[in-house]
């Protein structure tokens, strides 16, 4: 059962949390701006995903990883409490918002004075996997020919839609006629096994972790398609490994 939901919902009004998106301590001087993709993936890199495990933005950058098979490290980070946030996770990310994914030159490597690239934000680490890790195993979480339907998956039908009236259907403990019309639509527009066709990518990696949330909350067996990709992808190592007994929602 979600965490928020042991609290009560009543208590999830008077808690002021910030998206959940966002380290370890890196030089002021190293940072670089996220859209320099200057540092790629190779040998002499390391990457870090410094998160909350129980976060859902997180989650989705977690799985894109996993989906893209890039060896990284995770450290996980306290968000609240006596032990939260540490001086050196507001020097590297100000906002205070976890994922932050970090790719750095590997330590003994003298040779290289390249400087880490630092994405803090799920969406960005989404958007840049590619980019950063071009030719790993050959997977494409933007794969050519289908970027645009990628991406109305990810910024309409899941960050417009369904993030706002899947919360208010969830405060008002009900399916609401809102959230139906919502899930009726991701249901009718799946291709199958996965939201584009055969093929994992970033579509899929950004709308789990909240469908995955919804499911646990509702019934969706009146969203046959919906349903079956939520199992499907529960299944698959990138996706299972993800999945929490205990979670936040994503307010």
Known sequence: MCFFKLLGLAALFSLSLPHCRALVPIPQSYKRNSRDMSLQASTKTTTRLVTNTMCP??????????????????????????????????????????????????????????????????????????????????????????????????????????LPIGKQAVFSSKLTSQLDAVLRECNDAIVGPYLTGEQLNAADCHAFPFV????????????????????????????????RSSWWWWW
């Open 57 to 162: 933005f997180a989650q989705k950058a977690w799985i894109g990883l996993g989906v893209k098979h890039v060896p990284f490290s995770l450290q996980e980070i306290s968000l609240y409490g006596a032990g939260g946030k540490p001086d050196w996770f507001w020097e590297l990310n100000p906002q205070g918002t976890v994922p932050v994914l970090v790719v750095e030159p590997k330590a003994n490597d003298r040779n290289n004075p390249t400087e880490p690239v630092v994405l803090p934000d799920s969406d960005e680490i989404l958007d840049d996997l590619d980019r950063l890790f071009p030719g790993q195993d050959d997977v494409m979480l933007y794969p050519p020919g289908l970027e645009s339907e990628v991406d109305t998956w990810r910024r309409k039908r899941i960050n417009q839609q369904l």
């Open 212 to 243: 995955w949330r919804l499911s646990k909350e509702f019934d969706l067996s009146n969203y046959p398609s919906l349903s079956q990709w939520v199992q499907t992808c529960s299944q698959h190592q990138a996706f299972a490994k993800t999945i």
